[in-house]
């Protein structure tokens, strides 16, 4: 099982809640922004912004899968959906696929499938759980 601490209150973090803040850290880090970890995060924030266009959408869902292939060994994305969208400017994106509690260790004889939200507007993104 995972564990670590919640970023803002410092509280332990363990399994699917722990893996959600990674995927949220993952997807939120400008690529070429971390000092020792240049080639860490996403393309996400680098769309952000943009007119909301099926190019710009498609390129999300790319930038997500990558981003999440590389660099979240505990969770294997099966979709991505928008789930919201509108001219306030908010979108969502809900992704599902597998959670591998163990993964992070390369064990993935426990599987769990899960999803979770991202949301994004002009304060920037938030990840919330789903299930």
Not at 8 to 19: D, E, F, Q, R, Y
Not at 85 to 102: E, K, L, T
């Amino acid at each position: 099982m995972r564990h670590g601490f919640d970023a803002t209150t410092g509280k332990p973090l363990s399994g699917w809640a722990h893996c959600v803040q990674s995927i949220a850290v993952i997807l939120t880090t400008r690529i070429g922004s971390r000092v020792m970890r240049r080639a860490f995060g996403s393309l996400v924030p680098e769309l952000q912004d943009r007119n909301a266009t099926p190019l710009l959408i498609m390129q999300v869902y790319a930038a997500v899968a990558a981003a999440l292939r590389a660099y979240e060994p505990g969770f294997r994305l099966r979709t991505i959906q928008l789930s919201r969208s509108g001219a306030d400017g908010i979108f969502a994106f809900q992704i599902s696929g597998i959670f591998y509690p163990r993964g992070h260790l390369g064990d993935y004889s426990i599987s769990e499938t899960r999803s979770a939200v991202l949301a994004a507007n002009d304060n920037g993104f938030r990840m919330a759980e789903v299930a």
